[in-house]
């Protein structure tokens, strides 16, 4: 298998204010990796596919919501990279023909609807798909988000070829970032950007992760929880008016429910002076854009 390698450009955001702060600031844009298996998502599933066929597995099983970006990116990688794939959908069969489910169609994928009840049980939900589809399935857990997705967000760093101070990161479940503080150079601190409502949850999140590389020591990160808007996908309508002023200025996209949270945080941790002068920030963009259609129906 040709192995996924990629070198997402850096783009530099141009603006009169960030000078007079004396802040640089670039995004990573991993959203121009792959025009269907967008992002972050690309990079956790690199280490999955390969060890799916060094377990000689023809199929792959992972799970999401409606609307998931780890989906639309499996059900993509399948066919690019010439596995099944079979998606356990939360919730009901009606939204089979939303943009994200209709595409993982298109893409081969095989959907599996079950109930909210049954989805949030993860062992019943692991003893239920096993009993469905056998154990001959290599199996991603939600969001791609296990050891072999957190080696994978180590390389996102490796392609960028400025120095840098700070690199900012949107964060679902934490691998993302986790892999990021795994590979950073000494003073280099990763940010992180929870995106739902949880006190502390991402913090653990990526203690644990760190411990499991036995890496819990390192002290090179913070995550921020003020940017949340209420929740996971909640959005508002200043954050709709950011992404609609962010892409005129910038002619970057953003989705609502991660990269235009973090980049909203980013601006306002600039402006109320949180970060030194001279800083070099990354912010990574991690795609989603697929997400986006959902909120535009
Ligand atoms: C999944 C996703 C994230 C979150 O990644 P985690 O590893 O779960 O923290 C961030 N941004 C985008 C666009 C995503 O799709």
């Known amino acids: 298998m040709d192995e996924p390698n990629f070198i997402p450009p850096l783009q530099q955001i141009i603006d009169p204010f960030l000078d007079e702060k004396g802040i640089c600031l670039f995004m990573l844009r991993t959203d121009l990796n792959h025009p269907e298996i967008s992002g972050n998502k690309l990079y956790k599933l690199k280490y999955n596919l390969i060890a799916a066929r060094e377990q000689k597995k023809d199929t792959i099983l992972t799970f999401g919501g409606a609307f998931s970006n780890h989906i639309a990116a499996?059900?993509?990688a399948g066919k690019e990279y010439g596995f099944k794939t079979i998606g356990i959908i939360r919730g009901e069969e009606s939204s089979e023909n939303n943009p994200t489910l209709s595409l993982a169609k298109t893409n081969g994928m095989h959907l599996h609807f079950v109930s909210r009840e049954l989805y949030r049980d993860k062992a019943t939900l692991l003893a239920y798909t096993e009993a469905t589809f056998g154990k001959d399935v290599y199996?991603?857990?939600e969001g791609?988000?296990?050891t072999e997705g957190v080696k994978g967000c180590m390389e996102i760093?490796?392609?960028?070829?400025?120095?840098?101070?700070?690199?900012c990161c949107a964060c679902g479940t934490g691998a993302t970032v986790s892999g990021i503080i795994l590979s950073l150079k000494e003073q280099q601190k990763?940010?992180?950007f929870q995106v739902l409502k949880a006190e502390n949850y991402i913090r653990q999140e990526v203690k644990n992760w760190l411990e499991r590389f036995a890496q819990q020591d390192k002290n090179n990160w913070q995550i921020n929880e003020e940017f949340h808007f209420g929740g996971y996908a909640k959005t508002s309508p200043e954050l709709s008016a950011f992404i609609?002023?962010?892409q005129k200025k910038h002619q970057i996209p953003l989705d609502h429910v991660y990269t235009a949270k973090m980049m909203y945080g980013i601006m306002?941790?600039?402006?109320?002076?949180?970060?030194p002068k001279n800083t070099t920030i990354i912010a990574v963009h991690t795609g989603g854009l697929q997400g986006n259609k959902g909120f535009d129906d």
């Open 190 to 192: 990763a940010l992180g």
């Open 244 to 246: 609609k002023a962010f």
């Open 144 to 146: 791609g988000s296990n």
């Open 157 to 167: 760093t490796s392609s960028i070829s400025i120095p840098f101070d700070v690199i």
């Open 139 to 141: 199996i991603v857990p």
């Open 74 to 76: 499996t059900a993509a």
């Open 268 to 275: 306002k941790l600039i402006k109320s002076d949180q970060f």
